[in-house]
């Protein structure tokens, strides 16, 4: 009885935990599509994604005290840290983090962390560019 | 007494529903929920919810957007199960009850509790914030505050 019971709920705990990996999954590369053509709607002339604009305004302020690079670090393929709370972040680069595919996950954080550090909504083209920085890292 | 799994529940009502964590002595987390654990837990650990009254836990969810300096917020329909869940284990001890603030770090209880801890540790880069119950505690992510498992970080050598 209890065998079953328990055998049960590992199916069911393998259904749920199924469930929510995939309720928003996207691949990062996907996203950096998404957010390139959402800022050329937005810009009709815009040029394209740049790994170098995107790592400029990574490491920069924005007119308040902390930058991106604040919590996730100068080299985001390793660990950051809050900067208030001291708590652990595991590093934001995809290369060095499998779990970043969430893509409402990865809009939440976007509206959060670009409130605190640029006190607005980041555009699609800052989005994109961060993602295109991003993607251009290396584990090593 | 047999319990019978009802096939109509849906996959998303029991996926939604809190997990009893292991019963350990001292736990402080009276029962878990994924939202809050997740939400909750992500720039600091997820505070046991019994260590502020609901009418902090009230003021505090309807202000997550300027929650301590920085923006907490999360969709309606999270903020009132995680709502829900922090009034549910609200504190209700005489002295949480009473508390007005939104910190755990400044109750009397919290004040009482760590009297013994001294200036000096309080101020050590490694702990940073009294908030930072980690710091000390090895294994506050799971709600354990016992003793056996704090850790007084090693005082930085500047002097």
Sequence with gaps: ?140 | MKTKWSKTLSLALICSLSVPVAAIADNLFAGTNAKWKAECGSCHVAYPAQLLPTSSWQRMMKGLDKHFGTDASVDTSTAAEIGAFLEKHAGSKRGIAGETTMRVSETAWFEREHRKVDAATWKNIKVKSAANCAACHTAAEAGDYRERGIRIPQQEITR
């Design chain 1, 1 to 140: 009885m209890h065998i079953r019971i328990h055998s049960r709920l590992a199916v069911l705990a393998a259904a749920c935990a199924f469930a929510g990996a995939n309720a928003f999954a996207a691949t990062p590369a996907e996203m950096r599509k998404d957010f390139e053509a959402a800022a050329k709607t937005a810009m009709p002339g815009f040029s394209g994604l740049s790994a170098a604009r995107g790592e400029q305004f990574f490491k920069t302020t924005h007119g308040k005290d902390w930058s991106c690079a604040t919590c996730h670090g100068v080299r985001p393929v390793t660990d950051g840290k809050h900067t208030v709370t001291g708590k652990l972040i595991t590093p934001l680069a995809p290369v060095a983090n499998a779990s970043r595919t969430d893509l409402a996950k990865t809009e939440k954080w976007f509206k959060r962390n670009c409130s605190d550090v640029l006190g607005r909504e980041c555009t699609a083209a800052e989005k994109g560019d961060v993602l295109e920085y991003l993607l251009t890292l290396n584990k090593g």
